[in-house]
């Protein structure tokens, strides 16, 4: 009975890997459909947001099983609890990246931000992209190591998203409503992708350590 709970937790650990790449894949995809005003690649970040959360809830029904089954106790519990929160920003994460494509599609074909902040957005973005790749190889590695990573990579981008405040409530800003409004979610679907990242790179960091290190914000 030991042995297969293992495999199960094992098994629990696979799947969060494999939402992670799905995210990570989502949100590069999304970012190049908002940068390059690109309607199909936003499409497709939209309809694949339905494989993220279906996976999602078959997890989640996973651990709740082990849950009623195995009656977990000690770190085991904290893995099983674990994972449904990390489950559920994992899916969070999943629907910023297709927010930031639906921007794209809305816009399309003019590109979603005036060009004095393209390169902002391109930045955030990459970094983005840069955590999710990172958080697919904490959730596989368990490496703490890269969660101190996620965390400085969260650090530049609100920076960046305080900078996109910054710029469009300036006396310089020559953008309409309409900019405004773009820029402005923009930026916060980016910020708010980083921040469950953090949030789970939390999670892991505790369940490997012991060590509860709060993080401004989360």
């Known amino acids: 009975m030991r ?16 939402i992670a790449n799905l995210v990570a894949e ?11 005003s690109d309607v199909s690649i936003a499409e497709g970040v939209i309809a694949s947001d339905k494989t993220i959360d279906e996976l999602a ?11 009623a089954r195995q009656a977990p106790v000690a770190r085991d519990l904290r893995v099983v609890v674990s994972a449904l929160r990390v489950s559920a920003s994992l899916e969070r994460m999943g629907d910023m990246a297709t927010h930031i494509a639906q ?22 973005g990459q970094l983005d992209v840069q955590i999710a790749k990172k958080l697919a190889e904490l959730l596989r590695t368990q490496d ?17 998203h ?11 800003w020559k ?24 949030s789970i790179a939390k999670k892991v960091q505790y369940l490997q350590t ?6 401004e914000g989360n």
């Open 3 to 18: 042995e297969l709970f293992q495999q199960e937790l094992q098994e629990v650990q696979e799947r969060l890997v494999e």
């Open 26 to 36: 989502a949100i590069e995809r999304a970012t190049r459909a908002f940068t390059e």
């Open 57 to 67: 809830v078959e997890l989640d029904e996973l651990a709740i099983n082990i849950l």
């Open 103 to 124: 921007l794209a599609r809305y816009r399309f074909p003019d590109k979603v931000v005036p060009k004095s902040l393209r390169s902002t957005f391109a930045e955030m």
């Open 144 to 160: 703490v190591r890269i969660a101190e990573e996620i965390r400085n990579d969260d650090d530049r981008i609100d920076d960046l």
């Open 162 to 172: 305080l900078s996109v405040f910054d710029k469009v409530l300036g006396e310089t």
């Open 175 to 198: 953008g309409g409503a309409e900019d405004t409004v773009d820029a402005t979610l923009a930026s916060r679907y980016h910020e708010r992708f980083a921040d469950h990242a953090v």
């Open 210 to 215: 012991g060590d509860w290190i709060p993080v």
